[in-house]
T-cell receptor, first 109, second 115 residues
Framework: GIQVEQSPPDLILQEGANSTLRCNFSDSVNNLQWFHQNPWGQLINLFYIPSGTKQNGRLSATTVATERYSLLYISSSQTTDSGVYFCAVERWNTDKLIFGTGTRLQVFP | SAVISQKPSRDICQRGTSLTIQCQVDSQVTMMFWYRQQPGQSLTLIATANQGSEATYESGFVIDKFPISRPNLTFSTLTVSNMSPEDSSIYLC????????????FGSGTRLTVV
């Protein structure tokens, strides 16, 4: 099956810092989403981004489908950004979302 | 995207018992899914809940342990049967179509502890 690896596995930041999270996947995909899982376990859909670049406030994401990776940028981080960030991909004609290994982010004041 | 209500939000259960988790979607959706998230781990797909037919299980998951119902296009249940402490996890349901206007969304999860 498809492999979805995220890096770094853990990230500790001070409030106000910027960060880049990476997602590598081993096969062609027709869907890629980034999620934030808050400390209460809820998964929040951040971006639907099978290709190209999108921005939403302090967050932006870029997917280079031909090179099989995606990046999530967090600028001016806040303590509320803490949690686990997952990318998830869907291979063509599978109708299944497969999750990456996750990046655990801790932002301290 | 669909809005999903999941319940219960958490439960503590005795080993050997069963728990049924419910998932209600605010609109009709073709695809519904159940995931398990073991402590400190990523999400693993258990099965796809098919309306009007048997669920499709992923490798390592069987119907006897995780029976699933999907009576209509807005509702599904997952039962965790004959529970052991190893079943302690967060269970999440999901719905969507993999498109921008129907991108996959998730219920708030059920945090299960088996004692």
């Amino acid at each position: 099956g498809i492999q979805v690896e995220q890096s770094p596995p853990d990230l500790i930041l001070q409030e106000g810092a910027n960060s880049t999270l990476r997602c590598n996947f081993s096969d062609s995909v027709n869907n890629l989403q980034w999620f934030h899982q808050n400390p209460w376990g809820q998964l929040i859909n951040l971006f639907y981004i099978p290709s190209g670049t999108k921005q939403n406030g302090r967050l932006s994401a870029t997917t280079v489908a031909t090179e099989r990776y995606s990046l999530l940028y967090i600028s001016s981080s806040q303590t509320t950004d803490s949690g686990v960030y997952f990318c998830a991909v869907e291979r063509w004609n599978t109708d299944k979302l497969i999750f990456g290994t996750g990046t655990r982010l801790q932002v301290f004041p | 995207s669909a809005v999903i209500s999941q319940k219960p939000s958490r439960d503590i259960c005795q080993r050997g018992t069963s728990l049924t988790i419910q998932c209600q979607v605010d609109s009709q959706v073709t695809m519904m899914f159940w995931y398990r998230q073991q402590p400190g781990q990523s999400l693993t797909l258990i099965a796809t809940a098919n309306q009007g037919s048997e669920a499709t299980y992923e490798s390592g998951f069987v119907i006897d342990k995780f029976p699933i119902s999907r009576p209509n296009l807005t509702f599904s249940t997952l039962t965790v049967s004959n529970m052991s402490p190893e079943d302690s996890s967060i269970y999440l349901c999901s719905a969507g179509s993999g498109t921008e206007y129907g991108s996959y969304t998730f219920g708030s999860g059920t945090r299960l502890t088996v004692v």
